[in-house]
């Protein structure tokens, strides 16, 4: 089927990844967009079956999660709730009515105890509900449907939506301390950068786990410094707390992408600075 036919579902629709999603879609006849106003509850499982029956999607995208990691460790139901049984039920769904399924994951799945960059063939141990929470959803979506591709990310900054990005300018602009936790590396990816990555894999043939990560990492504070010189403000302050359980290194290393060679990544700085000097939409 060409993508003029594909209906598409965004599940989480008004979050960060979700409304660059949209945005995409919006501006495209490619595909037919199914989100509504109001987004389908996923961790109810008959709304989320009743959805797909009326709307029969070809390609569901599941970027809904409760993402904030101190909810989570503070929440572990809600956070089981939403990410585990949330991607159980839409994976179920999928399967109904065959549709394909891309679910959103994160390098949280990993410990953080390693000194190399991660790959699809490194064994997930997470330490945060938030970590375990996602695993099980990934362990969900591997189970009940065949048609799945886990994309797994890291550290997501984009438009339309508060993020870590705009927070740092805010809070420099303001002359407010700029705090942070101490979460250790990872590499910072620019969800237009992910919606390109997730747009190619809507028409791609391919399964199964991706890392897809803007390439290269550094730690929280560089990442915040990067902000701020691209940006052109070197007066500001800056501190650094530790604040719950989160993994300490967990730069994604896109490996599948490097050996199938389908499709490059670019650059966390490259798309950093297209992002705050607007050069992309
Ligand atoms: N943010 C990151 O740094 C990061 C890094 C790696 C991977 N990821 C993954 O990437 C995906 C997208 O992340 P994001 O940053 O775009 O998340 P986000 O901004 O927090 O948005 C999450 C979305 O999920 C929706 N949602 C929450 N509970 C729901 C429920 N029960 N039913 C339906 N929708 C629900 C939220 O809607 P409401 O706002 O109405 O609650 C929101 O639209 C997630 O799977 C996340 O785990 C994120």
Aim: hydrophobic share 35%; proline share 4%; net charge negative.
């Amino acid at each position: 089927m060409s993508g003029a036919n594909k209906r598409v579902w965004i599940a989480g629709a008004s979050g960060t990844l979700g409304k660059v999603l949209v945005n995409r879609f919006n501006h495209t006849t490619d595909y037919k967009l199914l989100t509504s106003d109001l987004d389908v509850p996923i961790d109810n499982l008959s709304e989320v079956n009743r959805f797909c029956d009326i709307s029969h999607p070809d390609v569901i995208i599941n970027c809904a999660a409760l993402t904030d990691v101190k909810l989570c460790e503070e929440n572990p139901e809600e956070a089981y709730r939403v990410n585990a049984i949330g991607a159980r039920n839409l994976a179920v769904a999928a399967k109904r009515v065959s549709a394909r399924l891309i679910y959103i994951s994160s390098d949280d799945v990993f410990t953080g105890k390693n000194r190399t960059p991660l790959n699809e063939f490194d064994k997930p141990e997470p330490l945060s509900v938030y970590g375990k929470s996602k695993l099980a959803g990934e362990h969900f979506v591997e189970t009940l449907t065949d048609k799945h591709v886990i994309v797994r990310s890291s550290w997501l900054y984009g438009h339309g939506h508060r993020n870590f990005v705009d927070r740092v300018l805010e809070l420099a602009k303001a002359g407010e301390t700029i705090v942070l936790p101490d979460d250790g590396y990872s590499s910072p990816t620019s969800s237009i950068a992910l919606a390109d990555f997730i747009s190619y894999m809507i028409d791609s043939k391919s399964y199964g786990v991706y890392h897809a990560s803007c390439e290269g990492y550094c730690t929280r504070e560089e990442y915040v410094q990067e902000i701020l010189s691209i940006a052109g403000i070197s007066d500001y302050k800056l501190r650094v707390e530790d604040e719950y359980v989160r993994p300490t290194f967990t730069p994604l290393d896109n490996m599948m992408l490097h050996i199938t060679k389908e499709y490059q990544m670019p650059e966390w700085k490259e798309a950093l600075r297209a992002y705050i000097t607007k050069e992309c939409i």
